[in-house]
């Protein structure tokens, strides 16, 4: 593990599993390769900003989503111990992780996640002095909560935060990922998108069926097809459309 306990700036060193967890290997989501990995081996976090890519169904949200949880994020978006819920859809994956922690480190941090923010939203309307984000379109909306909340040093938890975003919005999503890994946070983010994944410094993991591993941007499955598809969209449609 690099870094020491004197001069380590992360706030989350590792992700492993808990000694005394109930895991069933055979059972959803132990038997998602990505995640097996993890609780087999562990992950570690480096500092800034750390990149989760693969495809639907590859681990990649199921992990972020526990990690934040096990932080003491709110599972459906928030920030530390928050109480927001609708309904319950998570998986008993953070009850089986354990995340070590650089002591005295700031505790602040919030979950962005796309596909529940109308909830929070409402969540946050009906606070005495909470925020209006109803009033603005779903990408400023989004940009609004990530200015807002993302703003002081902390652990970030995103879901696929491209999902709101145009591709200008999603420039500016670097930008504030840039300044968090400059004021000594930490982010942890799953993302469909090449451009979000480009942020110059960021560690990127890919999930598939080899499990969970580090790669360079260029070298990512999601940049190849990418690049591919716009060289000659005929080349794929063709296949698709009759």
């Not at 681990?59 to 989503?65: D, F, M, W």
């Not at 994020?73 to 111990?81: K, Q, R």
């Not at 990408?139 to 591709?167: I, N």
């Not at 890994?181 to 480009?198: D, K």
Request: proline share 5%; glycine share 10%.
């Amino acid at each position: 593990m690099s870094g020491t306990a004197s001069n380590d700036r992360r706030i989350v060193r590792e992700i492993r599993a808990r000694g005394d967890a109930a895991i069933e290997p055979d059972a959803w989501p132990a038997n998602i390769p990505a995640v097996a990995s993890v609780l087999e081996s562990g992950l570690e976090l480096p500092e800034g900003v750390t990149f989760l890519v693969g495809e639907n169904g590859s681990g990649k949200s199921t992990l972020v989503e526990a990690i934040a949880a096990a932080y003491g994020l709110g599972p459906e978006g928030g920030s530390v111990n928050s109480s927001h819920a609708t309904y319950d859809s998570e998986s008993p994956l953070s009850d089986w992780l354990s995340l070590v922690k650089t002591p005295g480190i700031p505790k602040w941090g919030f979950f962005l996640r796309a596909e529940t923010m109308h909830g929070y939203y409402s969540f946050q309307r009906g606070l005495e002095g909470g925020h209006d984000f109803h009033r603005m379109s779903h990408g400023e909306s989004f940009l609004a909560v990530a200015e807002t909340y993302l703003a002081m040093p902390g652990f970030y938890c995103l879901d696929e935060p491209e999902a709101a975003l145009s591709f200008s919005s999603t420039l500016a999503m670097i930008g504030v990922l840039s300044d968090l890994a400059a004021n000594g946070s930490q982010v942890l983010c799953a993302t469909h998108s090449p451009v979000l994944a480009s942020l110059p410094g960021a560690t990127i993991y890919e999930t598939g069926e080899h499990g969970i591993g580090r790669k360079d941007w260029d070298e990512l499955d999601l940049v190849i097809n990418w690049k591919s598809y716009l060289d000659a969209p005929e080349r794929y449609l063709r296949h698709i459309l009759t």
